[in-house]
């Protein structure tokens, strides 16, 4: 049971200070490690490219969809645009989210709840993965904590400025990400488990009140477009189902060749199912023994925290529109962090759940390892083997044609590239056909067709191509089997191109394409008898 039933927890004592510390310097630590060790990918790419565009509008571009991230880099980039400082600020959030969990826990239960909650969160490899990536998770997860936190503290002093800045967090956190509408929807359902005449309703009508108004223009935003934000979603599996579960775990990727990291998340899982329900039963048992009551909130919000988003969504994309997006539900990996806490403090004697935390501890960081070395797309070194292998004046071509961000970004960090000319949609004047959906951002995020790309390509003997879409090619140089706009690019490519062997580089593959040598004697044989005698 929790030791302040009344929400009145005693002073932090020095202990509490000193598990708090390591916590959180536990956190920037496995944050900060290789932060800049993964190439930038499309989505951070976007949001470098957003930030660096002045307007209201652009912030907005995005469907309304983390445009308060987009704000607050449009300011961070001025300090600089290495991968480093542009991750910077998502390593800060995640240690904020950290400490204010271990602070949530300590006023909700004790300091040893306190305390695994947040080293559990602090070795979450879900957690770390996007502690460590240029957009607004880590920012959601922060407000997040912190709107379940002014929400605490305003139900034990009942005044209305704790329940306006619960109101203000969540109105930023849905700014921050729409999908913060559930973690919202958690926060109200909570509140049937506490007694209807201790509430105090005007303050926490103010509150909601200024969640609505703060989070109307995003999402009215999203609503105009809505098959722009979640039309890539795949649709409702199964296996997305189990994904989301396997992401809030505490593992953001499906088990690997290796043994090691595959069993321990295997165990990780397994666990989760089984911390999961305890929570859940706790919360019943303290509900019929003690009726609506800050005992059962206790309980009560750490299982909703988790079940309401995972419920809504999968209900919404069995019936709307699929939502089953693994990092979608980072927020809610703080509640299965808490849940796995309380279940861990069930366990007797204190030494077998001392056993049984260092295992999780020890679990759960060898799926961060494990993350270190995983999700890395390879822009910057498909960057480095062009300008290795390009000659002056050799063209690239870039598939899908918007993944051009990502290789920019890599490219004209190096001086040596400006001899490398890029197609795309810019430099031929295309423009998407029909109602713009982007705005001022459409020129850098929407694709152009390819076989345009094919076209302009055509009128070179030389150029090269890289793809992240599927491609296999046998070691003759013929393309074996593509997918997406590499598909249709390699069909548009006139037969008299040679496709040479490619390199991969992580999900990146660069191929040189060459005019044969007949082709081309042929035609600057033509081009010599056809020119007139002076």
Known sequence: MPRHADFKPSPL????????????????????????????WHDEAVSLRIAETPGWDVAMSDGGN????YLFMRAWVRLGTSLEVLRLPSVLFSAAGVALLYLLARRLFDARIAGMSALLLAVNSSFVYYGQEARSYALVLMLTV??????????????VGWFLLWGALNALAVGAHLFSILLVAAQISSLPLLPRRSLPWRALLAGVALTAAGAAPFVLAAAQRRSVQIGWIPRTSIAGLRQVLWFLG??????????????????????????????????????RVHGPSPQAWSYGMAVLWLVVPLVGATVASATVQPLLVPRFFIA??????????????QIQPRPVALVTLVLLIALGASGVVRSYGTG??????????????????????ILPS??????????????????????????AGWRPPGPTVYGVAEAFLLPAPPQRAAREAGLRDRFWVVTSDYTRWDSSGRVEEAWGQASEFFEALDSSFRIGSGDGFGRVGVLLVERTRAETETGNAGTTTGTPAG
């Not at 918007?402 to 430099?427: F, G, I, K, N």
Request: charged letters at 15%; glycine letters at 8%; one cysteine or more.
């Open 402 to 427: 918007y993944q051009r961000l990502s290789l920019d970004y890599h490219l004209r960090r190096r001086p040596a590239s400006r001899s490398l000319e890029v197609l795309s949609p810019r430099d």
């Open 13 to 40: 004592s020095k202990r509490d200070w000193v598990a708090l510390g390591v916590s959180v310097t536990l956190a920037i630590g496995l944050c900060l490690y290789r932060l800049g060790g993964r190439s930038i």
């Open 66 to 69: 983390m445009a308060l991230y």
């Open 146 to 159: 912190g709107a379940w936190m002014a929400l605490a503290v305003g139900l034990e002093r009942r005044t």
């Open 332 to 345: 809610a990996v703080p509640a299965s962090s808490l849940l796995l806490a309380l279940a861990v403090a």
């Open 250 to 287: 505490g593992n953001n990727f499906e088990p690997a060749a290796d043994w090691l990291t595959t069993y321990a998340g295997v165990v990780v899982l397994i666990v989760c199912l089984v911390g999961w329900p305890t929570g859940i039963w706790l919360a019943v048992r303290s509900f």
């Open 376 to 397: 890395n797309w390879g822009w910057n070194e498909a960057a480095d083997h062009l300008i290795q292998a390009a000659r002056p004046g050799d063209a690239v071509v």
